[in-house]
């Protein structure tokens, strides 16, 4: 399985080629970061972000793309920048028809290191150690971006998993009608 990790922003947007599959070791195959400059007007960044990724895109041909799930934070402003490139990702991946997962800050964390409280020293730590790099990913986004698809490759089977015995029970299970609001309606007319 390959795939693409894709740590969102606007300023910095961190990207991760990963290969392998669960259980056996991962090879990473290119990492790097899509930069903007902050005074530039917002479409321009967007067409840069989008650019960036379309060449990763070209380039490496992963069969996944992984990407941060936006969440809330206190500055409204950095959660905007994250969301726009997050939804620059997910529209050139989708263009493409390649699927799209996204996965929570402590989802990754904790695939990678063991806790969804982990800092980015020791989630850059596991990504060094478990891709077998000489050193830390820089800047962090980097880092993070390889932590996403790490995380996707390693997630992905049982996620398949669970959704395929959620469609199996649902195939197996007809489809109920409640009983109950017409037999309390039928109810309320009768006297005791």
């Given at each position: 399985m390959?795939?693409?990790g894709v740590d969102p922003g606007l300023t910095r947007c961190g990207v991760g080629v990963v290969e392998g599959v669960a259980g056996r070791p991962l090879t990473?195959?290119?990492v790097g970061v899509v930069r903007t400059p902050a005074d530039a007007d917002l479409?321009?960044?967007l067409v840069a972000v989008e650019q960036g990724l379309?060449?990763?895109?070209?380039?490496h041909r992963p069969e996944f793309v992984a990407v941060e799930?936006?969440?809330s934070q206190h500055n409204v402003r950095t959660v905007m920048g994250t969301a726009q490139a997050s939804a620059v990702a997910i529209l050139c991946a989708s263009r493409r028809g390649i699927p799209v997962a996204l996965h929570t800050p402590s989802e990754v964390k904790a695939a990678v290191t063991g806790?969804?409280?982990?800092?980015?020293?020791?989630v850059g730590a596991m990504v060094t150690r478990l891709l077998r790099l000489d050193a830390p990913p820089r800047p962090a986004d980097a880092?993070?971006?390889?932590a996403l698809a790490i995380c996707h490759i390693w997630r992905a089977p049982a996620q398949n998993r669970l959704q395929q015995a959620v469609?199996?029970?649902a195939a197996r299970t007809p489809p109920t009608t409640s009983r109950a609001p017409a037999a309390r309606h039928a109810s309320k007319g009768r006297t005791a």
């Open positions: 390959r795939v693409l990473m195959l290119g479409g321009h960044r379309e060449q990763w895109l070209d380039e799930r936006v969440f806790s969804g409280r982990a800092d980015k020293a020791q880092a993070d971006a390889l469609a199996a029970h």
